[in-house]
Each structure stands twice: as C-alpha cells, then as structure tokens.
C-alpha cells in the first residue's frame, strides 16, 4: 500500500488523545454548527473561536500552527460563495463589467462573503484537528455510539478503506501507461509510440473502464471475504469506548464555550 494521503491520524501522545472520540466528534459537531449560526459580522465571536482552536493545538501537542497551516488548501471551495458580493442588496461599493454584464459589489454582500469564507476557513480548521487525534475507526465507532444510522457509518467505513486500494490501482494504471508511452528507438528519430492528446484522451477513457471494471470485481471478492470471516453488518474495533470523568468534565466546559461564543455574537 503506496497511497495513504487520506489517512492523517498523528501518534502523539496528548490529553485531546486519550479524549473519547465521541467526545471529539461532539463537540467537532457543535463547533462548526455554532460557526454555522453565529450571525454574519460577528468577528469577536470568531476571533475567540480561533482562539479556542489555537488552545486545541496547543492541547493536542501538534503545535499551535497545526491546522493554521493546513487550511488554507480548503479556502479555494469557498470561493464558490462569491456570487454573494453582488446578488445581495446593499450601499453600493464597487461597480465593474464583465463582457455584457454589470456587477455592483455591495457591503452586506461583501460582510456575507467574508463570515463566510472565516466561517469554512474555522471549520475546516476544527475538522483536520479532529482526523488528526483520532483514528478513522474510531471515528466510525463514536458516530455508531451517537445513535448515526448505521447504514450511513458504514458507507463512511467502505468509503474511507477502500480510496486507498483504489489509489493503488490507479497508480498501477499510470505506470502501465507511462511504460507503453515512451519514445521508439534512436533509429526512427521524431517517431513516438503514442502521445499525443487523442491518443492520451483514449487511454484515459480505457483506463477509467479498467478501473472501474476492477473495481467491481475486487468488491465482490472482498464481500465474500469478509461474509466467510463473520461480517454481519457491522465493523469491529479493538480501542473499548469508555467515558471517564475527565471526558465528560470537558465535553461540559466545550460545549459551554461554544454556547458562550453563540451569546456573544449576538451582543
């Protein structure tokens, strides 16, 4: 197994480690529907969020930095919400034309856009903190205990184990390719055996059904597999979930920051 950009879990030893996931995944939950509601401008109850979250880096033993520095790859999807600047009404701030169309930039579209994009940019923040202290399975087993339907948990789990044995297969692919495209010997100079974008756009339509072909049949062969070994619907996990005091005392004390931090962007 080659391809593991999925699996981000770091083994360190910290208090928001040995945290239940479920307390993890509670209050993760909490934190970014509390994002989600805080009113449009509320940028003192963002910065505290923010500062919540350094106090989470900080906890976890990653560094203060640690998600800081790796949200920013998600800001880009947030720019989708940029046709807020000018279908919002508003005082005019910015006018300009766009072929044969006009486009006004207000300010309460531009207030909107911008607790949105600091609304993602936290969240996500609070999200890769989340994958980065807790396993997958655990993940998986904190939604079951939270009472998650169990025919999403395990889609989630399928999901998640199986992009790995995909990106292996893709890779497989790609070198097959690569091995079949190069150049033809000195003897015919300027002759290549195939690259040019008809000819690389029909190996990637023949790829594409390779992958998918394989696909299939791996899935069936892994659903015997896991059927012979006792698979009834439901994985496993080897980590017992048990809360301890400490758990629920900060489970109570997150979940009443996060409530402050909503009283306080209503102020």
């Not at 990106?167 to 033809?184: I, K, Q, T």
């Not at 998918?212 to 899935?219: A, P, T």
Request: glycine fraction near 6%.
């Amino acid at each position: 197994m080659h391809f593991d950009a999925f699996d981000r879990y770091h083994e360190t030893e910290s208090f928001i480690h040995r945290l239940d996931p479920r307390v993890k995944v509670a209050v993760t939950v909490a934190f970014i529907l509390s994002n989600a509601l805080l009113p449009d401008g509320a940028w003192i109850a963002f910065g505290l969020s923010w500062l919540l979250l350094l106090c989470a880096n900080a906890f976890s033993r990653l560094g203060i930095g640690f998600t800081f520095k790796r949200s920013f790859v998600a800001l880009p999807f947030a720019l989708v919400a940029i046709t807020v600047l000018f279908s919002v009404s508003g005082q005019p701030l910015a006018s300009f034309r766009f072929l044969l169309w006009d486009f006004t930039i207000t300010d309460i579209g531009l207030l909107r856009f911008a607790s949105i994009l600091v609304r993602s940019w936290l969240s996500v923040q609070m999200a890769i903190l989340l994958v980065a202290t807790a396993r997958f399975p655990d993940i998986i087993h904190a939604l079951e205990h939270l009472r998650v339907p169990s025919i999403l948990t395990t889609i989630i789990a399928f999901l998640y184990r199986y992009l790995f044995v995909l990106g292996d297969e893709v890779f497989r692919l790609m070198r097959a390719r690569e091995s079949r495209s190069a150049a033809l010997a000195a003897t015919a100079p300027g002759m290549r055996s195939g690259r040019s974008a008809v000819w690389q756009a029909r190996v990637a339509g023949h790829m594409a059904g390779q992958l998918f072909l394989r696909s299939y049949e791996r899935s069936d062969r892994v659903y015997n597999a896991m059927l012979s070994r006792g698979y009834r619907g439901h994985l496993e996990t080897i980590n017992p979930h048990e809360l301890r005091r400490r758990d629920y005392m900060t489970a109570a004390l997150a979940l009443m920051t996060i409530l402050l931090l909503q009283v306080i962007g209503r102020l």
